[in-house]
């Protein structure tokens, strides 16, 4: 995500120092199952638990400032990370079996998460997604099985496998970039299939921040999201509904939808030209990213349009930083195709593209009105944001997913004027001050309210 916000610009001119530190984080995941595996363990199991407790407990943090489904999606996972975390640490519980068995059992469940999705929506490059999802399945092996350091080195041979694959990621992301034509969004290079191929075509370059036709404030940026469950009778598990799809009573399912406007500007909104069949029965063919689901597609007109015609949107995310001349160029080019396919090229797929257009390369031309990478890098919701478009990339776009991505993004960049380490100062203090108050009154039976 840093790179997104760094801008392909920026990092084209620095490949060679991405590259670098691309090759020293594989050479430290080398070291890593070397140190693992000969027995030495000079890096402890105990360091990686302290860094996971530290990244479940900044989880917890970006769940107060979430609501609904999102809030107790990151209660679990910063529950489960700080659970593995303990594990791991030097304590009367620790048991290396037990790290296996959750590190193997998690590997197992992502693994055949991905290779099933590659292989219901086989979207462009499945194969590959496939072939990913089986080294995963492998790695689960490698965890679950004793030999040959009967469970003391699993930590630590995972963690450098885990930095040999990002080492490499990080090599060939350089190596792309460095014959990446000038004013090619960073899209060509992370996204997948057709969300690549429309943003090839060379966007106009974008104008250096503060010259005369400079817009990047020009107007606002607002993401607006209906949940599968507009419309639908009948109510159903509210994470189903919420990130994949509502069947109601007649069986007919219901995808949501996704929308991005500028306002007085533009409004990107991609429907299908004639509504698809979404019943039960062939709905899990639909799901094809195959060109024989291919359909013409429209774009309505305006926000006030679409709401007159169905209903106001579930979610809005409004942004204050952004691209605006970026955006318009990203409209421009994918205006051109209406061609839509619902898991492929959809209304989701086309607000996340555009989002991530819009906001690519902030940091190097909003440098007083964004936070530092620094700060970025301490931001849970950066964290996030990587987690759902990786999610996304596995399987497809949906509306709830770009909903999450939204807010998450724009809270990277707009944070709260509170960073989180001090609302979680400020909570402690608000806690003890309680408990002061409530040992100072015995007999009282109730602590005395604290203010907000």
């Given amino acids: 995500m840093i ?9 084209r001119r620095r490949w060679r120092s991405l590259c670098a530190a691309g090759i020293v984080w ?13 027995g030495t363990m000079w890096v402890r ?10 990244e479940g407990l900044v ?17 679990a996972y910063g529950g489960v990370i700080v659970g593995v975390g303990l594990l791991m640490i030097d304590a009367p519980w620790h048991n290396d079996l037990a790290i296996a068995l959750v590190a193997g059992l998690a590997l197992v469940a992502d693994g055949v998460w991905r ?3 590659a292989w219901v929506v086989r979207f462009p490059g499945w194969r590959l997604a496939i ?3 089986v080294f995963e399945l492998l790695l689960a092996v490698v965890a679950l099985e004793p030999w040959p350091t009967w469970y003391k080195g699993e930590v630590g041979t995972l963690a450098g496998i885990l930095f040999i694959v990002s080492g490499v990621n990080l090599v060939r992301i350089a190596l792309q970039l460095r014959t990446l034509p000038a004013g090619t969004p960073l899209g060509t290079v992370f996204n997948r299939g057709r969300a690549r191929l429309m943003l090839e075509p060379i966007m106009p370059a974008v104008p250096e921040a503060g010259s005369e036709t400079d817009d990047t404030t020009a107007a606002g940026l607002t993401v607006y999201v209906w949940t599968p469950t507009e419309g639908v009778r009948v109510p159903v598990y509210q994470s189903v509904t919420r990130y994949i799809a509502a069947r109601d009573e007649d069986g007919v399912i219901s995808t949501g939808h996704a929308a991005l406007g500028l ?4 409004y990107i909104s991609h429907y299908p030209a004639v509504e698809i069949d979404r019943d039960a029965g062939n709905f899990a063919q639909a799901l094809r990213a195959t060109t024989d689901n291919d359909v013409p597609g429209r774009f309505l007109p305006s926000y006030a349009e679409e709401a007159a015609g169905w209903c106001e949107a579930s979610f809005r995310v409004t942004f204050k930083v952004f691209d605006a001349h970026r955006l318009r160029a990203f409209w421009q080019a994918y205006r051109q195709d209406s061609t839509y396919n619902l898991t492929n090229r959809n209304c989701s797929s086309a607000v996340a593209n555009a989002l991530e257009v819009s906001v690519e390369g902030v940091l190097d031309r909003h440098r007083n009105a964004v936070p530092s990478v620094g700060k970025m890098l301490l931001s849970p919701e950066l964290w996030m944001a990587g987690l759902i478009r990786q999610r996304a990339m596995t399987m497809t776009w949906t509306p709830g997913l770009v909903l999450d991505y939204a807010r998450a993004l724009n809270a990277t960049l707009s944070p709260p004027l509170q960073p989180w380490w ?3 100062r400020d909570m402690f203090k608000a806690i003890s001050r309680q408990y002061r108050r409530g040992h100072g009154h015995p007999g009282s039976g109730m602590a005395t309210p604290v203010g907000p």
């Fill in 3 to 11: 790179l997104l916000f760094l801008g392909a610009e920026i990092i």
């Fill in 26 to 38: 594989l050479l430290f995941g080398i070291a890593l199952c070397v140190d693992a595996l000969d």
């Fill in 45 to 54: 199991p105990a360091y990686f638990g302290i860094a996971m407790i530290l």
């Fill in 59 to 75: 989880t917890f943090l970006a769940a107060l400032g979430s609501n609904g489904t999102a809030r107790r999606m990151r209660l």
């Fill in 115 to 117: 290779f099933a999705s």
């Fill in 131 to 133: 072939a990913n999802a």
């Fill in 263 to 266: 306002d007085g500007d533009l």
């Fill in 422 to 424: 001090v609302r979680l």
